[in-house]
């Protein structure tokens, strides 16, 4: 457990924000929208909503957590004024704007208007994410299911999880890559040591009302004198902070296709000579039991990284900047890059000056001086390329996942036997954030649907890629194809792939606030 610092009410927050429940296998999402106002609210008010303290007093048996779209929020009563201090990507929604769309890569597909839920009469109001044993789960459901449906209460949607072990459907070992978020308060945005990367993330990236890592608090939607209840929740500078100790939830259902993956990885690696597990790997940017690609790992110290995850997860890419031992196009990589302020790092004052002014221009083959193990390394001044500029610093951009997989799991041998029956599998998305644009909306759609991604043509992420073609009209640009995978260490023949299929498709989504519990009651006494 972490040790706390002292202006944390860890009674106000709700679990998910510290926890993801990992011992209670089990995992249930019920999406409800509002039909009778004061019923929900009483039933809301009602509601057993598991805390950080709670977790820290006891082992839980089962856990509940809630949370509220803004259509939620109104249903609810909460007044427009009051609405339009939150986030405004959390105002309008994830289906909310087509241009939000096309960023997101929400298109083709997996345009909202083919999901099963997110948009219109199944927009969400409400989410009541249920946690318990595998022996629990389905009676604790189903109870909860009902008290809401008495209760005013409308379940549009029962989301399902399966447990499928550490890996998710493709076969992969999942959850490795987590931030750790500062929650003694050890750590100063900004300072010298920003310019490698961080793990470590002050705790304002995750809960509003805490200071991020531009060094101000996450700004958070505040109550003033005429707007309801104004001492139902906590107060903060004087006035009402109805966001602190709350988080935005994203939440999205992805379904994987596990066949046409494993199809599409054992046709190719046959054209090209190569073994079809590499390739898979090299896609992924991970063995598949989790392990770091060969040579990545630093032998160092990095700060948010415990000496018990350095085999999954103490690597950087300074040593690879041309994508050699990972490609620079894979999932992990594109996820989060796992870069400072300056990219390659600083060995002297002067280095800072030149990165920062952007001056700075990498000579191809040229070898420097290094404070990095590898003589592969030319990625110290005067020697970057300007690509590795374009790559925004990851601490801005960091997200708490929380999702679990669905369906059953099967492996690459029984998904290439045409006699398996579909596993219907897949991913039910969750992340937590401060920030949507900035973190959610940024990784997703500069990073992951990005087909110019550090420099790349003609590829999206390997496995999340929708691949229609970029531009996407109205832009008045000739569309580019987005179906390609580069392996630059590759043999030639095997080096660029093309006509990789969508391997994942959006089912559903939705923007909610996960709100403290002083914000919940606040909500619940409209």
Known sequence: ?????????????????????????????????????????????????????????????EAAQCAVTAAGLRALGAPDSVLQRFNPEFVEGMAGNPNRSRRLGDIGANAPDTWGW???????????????????????????????????????????????????????????????????????????????????????????????????????????AGDPDLDQVGRAGGVGDLGRNGSYLVFRQLAQDVRGFWLWVDAEARRAGADPITLAEAMVGRRMNGAALADLETGLAIPGVEPSDRDVNGFLFEADPDGLLCPIGAHVRRANPRTGDAPPGFEAPIDNLLATLGLTARRQGAQTASTL?????????????QEDDAIASARFHRILRRGRAYGRKIDRAAALDPSTPDPEAGLQFICLNANIARQFEFVQGAWLANGKFAGLTGEQDPLLGNRQPFPVPPVSAAPQPTDGFTRPSADPACRRATGLPRFVT???????????????????NL
């Not at 457990?1 to 926890?19: C, E």
């Not at 989410?127 to 008495?150: C, K, N, S, V």
């Not at 403290?516 to 909500?523: M, S």
């Open 1 to 61: 457990m972490a040790v706390f610092r002292r202006d944390i009410d860890r009674s106000d927050i709700q679990a998910l924000a510290y926890t993801g429940f990992g011992s209670l296998r089990g995992a249930s999402y019920l999406l409800f929208r509002v039909v009778d106002p004061p019923a929900a609210r009483r039933f809301l008010g009602g509601l057993a909503i598991a805390s950080v303290a709670d977790i820290e007093r006891d082992r839980l048996p």
């Open 118 to 224: 997110g948009l219109g009469e199944r927009e969400p109001h409400l989410l009541i994410a249920l946690f318990a044993g595998p022996d629990r789960i389905g009676e604790f459901e189903h109870a909860t299911r009902q008290a809401a449906e008495r209760s005013g209460l409308a379940c549009i949607e029962t989301l399902q999880t399966s447990e499928l072990g550490e890996g998710e459907p493709f076969g992969f070992a999942d959850g490795l890559s987590q931030p750790a978020f500062d929650w003694d308060a050890t750590r100063t945005p900004g300072t010298r040591a920003d310019r490698v990367f961080t793990n470590r993330i002050a705790l304002g990236e995750i809960l509003l009302g805490y200071g991020n890592e531009y060094g101000f608090p996450a700004e958070s939607p505040k109550l003033r």
């Open 373 to 385: 193990p590898w003589e592969r390394n030319t990625t110290v001044w005067p020697h970057l390329r």
């Open 506 to 524: 959006v089912k559903g989504g939705a923007y909610f606030f996960l709100p403290g519990l002083a914000a919940l009651r606040w909500v619940t």
